[in-house]
């Protein structure tokens, strides 16, 4: 059974830091690019960063970058995003979801998701205010 666990979702000032991690289980974490996605109430799915299966290819929107890196930790199964600068507009849930091989990774995320499926976790609340 394909598990997402997402955690370290907190309050934080604007300026300040958070890291999010993602521990996986179910399937051969190693064999598939990785994503984080955001969501806003009210508005659709966000893909903000993308890594692959080794972690020398990295994606970021153009929201975040400069400001999150996406790391990844194939021995312990677990996806990261170091967030930093934050913005009161980074203000989301956060999700990590798997997207798959990595010829496929640029296509997935420039490509809006629709929904969330079994191979996305529950997310992490992100609220950044003064």
């Known amino acids: 059974q394909v598990q997402l666990v997402e955690s370290g979702g907190a309050l934080a000032q604007p300026g300040g830091s958070l890291r999010l991690s993602c521990a996986t289980s179910?399937?051969?974490?190693?064999?598939?690019?990785m994503s984080w996605a955001r969501q806003v109430p009210g508005k659709g799915l966000e893909r903000v960063s993308a890594i692959s299966t080794d972690g020398s290819g990295t994606l970021y929107s153009d929201s975040v970058k400069g400001r999150f890196i996406i790391s990844r930790d194939n021995n312990q199964n677990t996806l990261y995003l170091q967030m930093d600068s934050l913005k009161p507009e980074d203000t989301a849930l956060y999700y990590c979801?798997?997207?798959?091989?990595?010829?496929?990774?640029?296509?997935?995320?420039?490509?809006?998701?629709?929904?969330?499926?079994?191979?996305w976790g529950q997310g992490t609340q992100v609220t950044v205010s003064s």
């Open positions: 979801a798997v997207i798959g091989p990595d010829g496929s990774m640029r296509q997935q995320f420039n490509t809006p998701p629709r929904a969330r499926n079994n191979w």
């Open positions: 179910g399937f051969t974490f190693r064999d598939y690019a």
